[in-house]
């Protein structure tokens, strides 16, 4: 996770823009980003955020309208945001770089048997003959953990059930090997219990098929379970990045503070629940500064004047604001979210679940606190 | 159940099929609860678990096959005449999911807001209709100058705050909410639920609220109920459901919260509940109430053995 490391994916100031009826609507706004090998990088952020479109550059699959009007995307030394036909993806798009959606039926054809749609991309990808792939996609859906495989190869896709459909999406996913595995919201409308065993599953498949993920989410509860490293998102920017605990104990973003003060497990019983003021910018303007100041409690003058660079706080942790400029005056993380840790363990404990181990294996987390 | 508070809404024995014959489906059966005025009530199961089905009958949307429901002392459900039908639609409103699919495109937000006044003539003039909705309009959060706008010109929370204005407007006495935050950003949630306990603490409007999300339906509810496979296998109040959850399916649903700390969430084992772990076939569950106000769906082998672990654990 550290800087020497080379990254399998690199992006570099990259933007991206929307034409819409005559206007401009800047999604992306110069982010740059690492991904390395065998981690599982979380972007976090709210619907508009551009966490999904961001992704959607790394495959070429940006609508119609949409355009990288800057920076650049280098995947094995392969300059991504140069390809503009399908053909060029061919090779990268699902072979080498692959997307589970939120909605497993997005992705799957419902007129056509579950275990054809797998052997299909198996046939192509691989170029195995048909009876081939059809045992390596019996394979696949057993390892997925779909039931009696052999006898559900046969089935529609209306035939199973969202987490089962998930699971076929994830195994098509597999089929090609993929170096990156792009996971979009694929747990966002399944059931708590389902959600739980579609994380173990991705964690497990990760472990045996050795890919590196890129999970998009905006449920922070998701995030805890399965990130190496977090980069949040506002208005198309990335703002701060970090590893899991750096992230979740020492945030630096007042926007990170106040994503993580709406958590609800922190509301007092009967009182009210943290809320952001606003609403996110337009993003069809030019954002003077730091796009999250008119909503931001914290501000100072230059954030409405000039966007901040990224500071340092650690090897692995950096944050776009002015608060950590060392002319700034010292702002500690509000109240609700220091302890945080004490606090989830509270809920947890309070819920008498099993017998967790609730000490802290990192005790630095407590000295950055500034407690 | 207790005997203080005054019930607002009755449920007993309800069943609710649908199709008939060889084709009959059974969605919901043997539910039996209350709702106590001015209380969030909770209805917590996964998806196909029924829930919905039980808010819509009380609406008197689904059809009911069995039981009765019981609001403000009458009966609500089965053949009711015309009228109060008319006075129920009234009294029990609904807040939808998906804001961008239950306000009329093709209205504007004025309309859409005093459509209800209009079916019931709630207003004496005009401009007593006007002023009724702007005032609503303010208490929900929006501002006078977005009247005649169209819903497709607001974001998902500001329509969201405008089914919580067509549905409050109407001055309910119970508000049905089904999943109103699931479609919503977590900064926007906060805004609703907080906006939804204020119409509580000042109206004092009873909700049924239906949800999937445990940690949001810990902050709002005074009592939950867990459906599963259209039957509730415990009733509590919230924190005693928490914190003694004593149906092994409530207690999966709860391990199975993502908690938002990594070093929980890393150390955290979710729990599968296997239904074929009861044994139902000679010994019939019943719906007990186990400790005063805390109703679990067991049989008398199981309520002997959860008697005897609240005894050891010093709860009874």
């Given at each position: 996770m550290s800087d020497e490391k080379e990254p399998i994916l690199k992006i570099d100031d990259l933007s991206v823009h929307f034409h819409v009826r005559g206007k401009t609507l800047k999604?992306?706004?110069h982010v740059s980003m690492n991904l390395y090998e065998g981690e599982v990088l979380a972007i976090v952020g709210e619907s508009g955020s551009g966490k999904s479109v961001l992704t959607k550059t790394f495959t070429g699959m940006l609508e119609e309208n949409g355009e990288i009007a800057g920076g650049t995307i280098v995947y094995k030394g392969k300059h991504l945001e140069k390809l503009t036909k399908d053909k060029q993806w061919e090779g990268i798009r699902g072979k080498e770089i692959a997307t589970i959606f939120q909605d497993p039926m997005t992705s799957l054809d419902p007129i056509r048997t579950i275990g054809s749609q797998i052997a299909e991309v198996v046939v192509k990808h691989q170029g195995k003959s048909k009876a081939e792939a059809k045992k390596i996609a019996i394979e696949l859906m057993d390892r997925t953990g779909i039931p009696n495989a052999a006898a559900r190869y046969n089935e529609y896709p209306f035939e199973y059930s969202g987490g089962m459909r998930q699971r076929i999406v994830i195994a098509v996913a597999l089929a090609c090997h993929p170096d990156i595995l792009i996971c979009d919201e694929p747990t966002t409308a399944l059931d708590v219990t389902i959600q739980a065993q579609i994380l173990d599953l991705i964690k497990d498949l990760q472990h045996e098929y050795g890919f590196t993920t890129i999970f998009i989410t905006h449920d922070l509860g998701v995030v805890a379970a399965i990130a190496d490293r977090i980069a949040v998102m506002y208005s198309g920017r990335i703002i701060e990045y970090g590893t899991c605990d750096e992230i979740f104990y020492d945030p630096r973003h007042p926007y990170t503070w106040s994503l993580l003060s709406?958590?609800?497990?922190l509301a007092q019983k009967g009182g009210e629940l943290y809320s952001i003021p606003g609403t996110p910018p337009s993003l069809y303007k030019d954002i003077v500064g730091d796009a999250f100041a008119p909503r931001d409690p914290w501000a100072m003058k230059v954030d409405f004047k000039a966007d901040p660079p990224f500071f340092k706080v650690s090897d692995t942790h950096y944050a776009k604001t002015w608060l950590l400029d060392p002319r700034a005056p010292k702002t500690e993380k509000p109240a609700l979210i220091q302890n945080l840790h004490e606090r989830m363990a509270a809920t947890v404990a309070e819920s008498h679940l099993e017998n967790l181990d609730l000490t802290r294996t990192d005790a630095k987390e407590d000295e950055t606190d500034g407690e | 159940m207790a005997n203080d508070k005054e019930t607002i809404v009755s449920l007993k024995d309800l069943e609710i099929s649908f199709g008939?014959?060889?084709?009959?489906?059974?969605?919901?059966?043997d539910v039996n609860f209350d709702i106590f005025k001015g209380e969030t009530f909770s209805l917590v199961g996964e998806s196909g678990s029924g829930k919905t089905t039980i808010g819509r009958a009380i609406l008197g949307i689904n059809p009911t096959s069995n039981g009765t429901i019981t609001f403000e002392g009458d009966q609500i459900n089965g053949k009711i005449s015309e009228k109060k039908k008319h006075t129920i639609e009234r009294k029990i409103q609904m807040i939808f999911q998906d804001p961008s699919a239950s306000l009329n495109d093709r209205a504007t937000v004025d309309y859409i807001i005093s459509e209800g006044l209009y079916n019931y003539g709630l207003f004496d003039s005009e401009e007593d209709r006007i002023q009724k909705v702007r005032t609503m309009l303010e208490e929900v959060g929006l501002l006078p100058e977005q009247l005649y706008r169209y819903p497709h010109e607001f974001s998902g929370g500001q329509r969201q705050r405008i089914g919580i204005a067509r549905a409050l407007i109407m001055q309910p006495d119970l508000v049905v909410a089904d999943e109103p935050i699931s479609a919503l950003d977590v900064s926007i949630r906060a805004q609703v639920l907080n906006l939804l306990k204020k119409f509580q603490r000042e109206q004092g409007v009873t909700y049924l609220f239906i949800a999937h999300d445990l940690s949001v339906v810990r902050f709002i509810s005074d009592r939950i109920a867990v459906i599963r496979a259209g039957r509730i296998l415990e009733l509590a109040p919230t924190e005693e459901l928490f914190t003694n959850p004593i149906h092994p399916y409530t207690e999966a649903l709860l391990s199975a919260v993502p908690v938002p700390d990594p070093q929980i969430a890393r150390t955290r084992k979710s729990y599968v509940y296997d239904p074929?772990?009861?044994?139902?076939?000679?010994?019939k569950p019943k719906f007990v109430e186990i400790k005063p106000g805390h109703f679990v769906y067991c049989n008398e082998e199981e309520e002997a053995r959860y008697i005897k672990e609240l005894k050891q654990q010093g709860q009874l």
């Open positions: 999604a992306i706004h709406s958590l609800p497990q | 008939s014959g060889k084709n009959k489906f059974v969605a919901v059966q074929s772990m009861h044994h139902y076939e000679t010994d």
